[in-house]
């Protein structure tokens, strides 16, 4: 029996390695390393798929929730209210811009962050939601885009799960001001390095955005804003066109993998995931509830079947913000944080693996 991985990253570029040989080679030779066709074509490719008017990539998830904050002109004072179970990155771009993150707890059951639990966060100084769909399924969006269309406030989605998740049919990414996506290496659609993506529907903010991501400004010595270095570079786009093809074959086998797991995993000590009605799940992650999570690991441990924790501390009890004082105490994400663990999900998962790991959790006691 080969070892399990966590993720393979390996198998799936043998499947497009003449494509990808040949982009990275012709623009190797061209000598046009960032800023030229690839970086464009994926931009047009990626915004037609989603479905929106305007993609503009970057560096990294990271940098696409940053550009969108300072394009929404947000700044210290304000606040911007978020879930405190996702990957730091997100909560930390808040302060990045010197504005306070305000947590909302989340739903157990999604994971996803609580709707009604935001309102009553929102205050004078309150500028954007900047809600998160975990683990590739979507948050419920279109409720929180009428808070936000209510109380005057913008909408940033932090996509960097969900690239290809839908809600009531339509991609994630596409109901707020701005869809942040991330291309890291694990993501659904991810490079083979760091990358980023926005998708707004305002054109103004695109010009913006674009010149946000080059130090502020279009032309050579010109800079309209106090800006980044933040560009996608020619052969991560020239990867990143060429997986965009394959995308929906992609999510389709974890899909496929997620409801075997679902059919199998019989263990009335390990809950599987739960999916929305209205939601389209990607899987970006395909994560359990265990109560004794310590024994639970030990066992899988055992039997060498790898596994993540994402994550394993609420946001608001990370030391690096410790200066905001948090007084909150929110119980499900505490409980969560504690529960949570993710199995392999990815779409070279091979059947070996995939029996190994059912039967493992299910000789579980
Ligand atoms: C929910 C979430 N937001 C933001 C990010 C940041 O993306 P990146 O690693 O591309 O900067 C990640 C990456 O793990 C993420 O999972």
Redesign the pocket.
Known sequence: MTKIKIFDLKEQYKTIAKEINKNVTNILSSGQYILGNNVKLLEENFAKHVGAKYAISCN????A?LLSLRALGIKKGDEVITTPF??F??AEVIALVGAKPIFADINPHTFNINYKLIERLISKKTKAIMP?H?YGQSCEITKIRNICKKNKIALIE?C??SFGAKYNGKYTGTFGDFG?Y???PT?NLGCAG???MIVTNNLGKSKMLKKLRNHGGLIRNIHEYVGYNSRLDEIQASILVTKLKIIDKLNDSRIKIAENYKKLINNKNVKVPYQAENSYHVYNQFTLRVKKRTRFIAHLEKHSVPYGIYYPIPIYKQKAFKDFNYKCNLSNVNKITKECISIPIYPELDKNSFNKIVEVINKYK
């Open positions: 990294s998830g990271t940098d929730l996702t990957y990155a997100t998160v975990l932090d960097a799960q942040c991330s291309f890291f993501k760091d990358g980023g």
